[in-house]
């Protein structure tokens, strides 16, 4: 257990239906990454938060993503209109800047399948 | 652009047979090259962080080390629980001037016993 959980850990949807997941990163980390991956592959960026501030988004970002992150606590990964291709693992990854070593903690990720 | 490669695709090992994973990248400017374990259905788990041409680490049967173009994780007498995917990342930094990992594909290992 590295200390980030994600909620839930599988979801089911249909084609078209809004989901949103939930990342908890380890309380004093001020970062907190988002990561897609799919079968075979390893995990590519989305986006990442600096305290509260979404700082980038990755172009493989579409419109139909948005991710917040009220106070710098939790973070929400919300996908609109699903499509099939958005089938993958959600991996949140937080991580703290000026620490000894500088190596992100993932969570268990949210395994999103589309129907 | 940052890139980073992984061979083999797959490893089969026998109980005992030590063996090494090779990752080759091309980034502007390495801030730190990072191991990770996942088994699957889980998410990664670091291993080791290195940041300069020389140095190496270890860990059990793990040991990782750096040049200034490749990693190398050598595995010594690996166990069937040494069984995982085995990912290698660079951090790079982003467009906005901050840090994210690249990610090659993995080596999935397996070790029979």
């Known amino acids: 257990d590295t200390g980030v959980s994600q909620d839930p850990r599988h979801k089911i949807t249909k084609r078209g239906q809004n989901v949103t997941f939930r990342c908890d990163p380890i309380?004093?980390?001020?970062?907190l990454y988002w990561y897609r991956q799919t079968l075979g592959q390893g995990p590519e960026f989305l986006t990442y938060?600096?305290?509260?501030?979404?700082?980038?988004k990755s172009r493989l970002l579409s419109d139909r993503f948005s991710a917040e992150r009220p106070k710098g606590s939790f973070s929400t990964l919300e996908i609109q209109r699903t499509e099939q291709g958005d089938s993958a693992m959600y991996l949140c990854?937080?991580?703290?800047?000026?620490?000894?070593?500088?190596?992100?903690?993932f969570g268990p990720g949210t395994r999103l399948t589309v129907l | 652009e940052d890139q980073v490669t992984q061979s083999p695709e797959a490893l089969r090992l026998q109980e005992g047979e030590s063996s090494s994973l090779n990752c080759s990248y091309t980034?502007?400017?390495?801030?730190?090259l990072f191991w990770y374990r996942q088994d699957p259905g889980k998410g990664p788990e670091f291993l080791f962080t290195?940041?300069?041409a020389g140095e190496e680490k270890e860990k059990e049967r793990l040991k990782a080390t750096l040049t200034k173009k490749e990693s190398f994780l050598h595995i010594t007498a690996p166990k069937p629980e040494d069984s995982a995917t085995y990912l290698c990342?660079?951090?790079?930094?982003?467009?906005?001037?901050?840090?994210?990992?690249?990610f090659g594909k993995g080596t999935k290992l397996t070790v029979n016993p």
């Open positions: 990342a660079v951090q790079a930094v982003t467009q906005g001037g901050s840090e994210k990992l690249v």
């Open positions: 309380s004093e980390h001020n970062r």
């Open positions: 938060f600096q305290n509260e501030a979404q700082l980038e």
């Open positions: 290195l940041y300069s």
């Open positions: 980034v502007s400017g390495l801030r730190g």
């Open positions: 990854a937080s991580y703290q800047t000026g620490s000894f070593g500088s190596e992100q903690f």
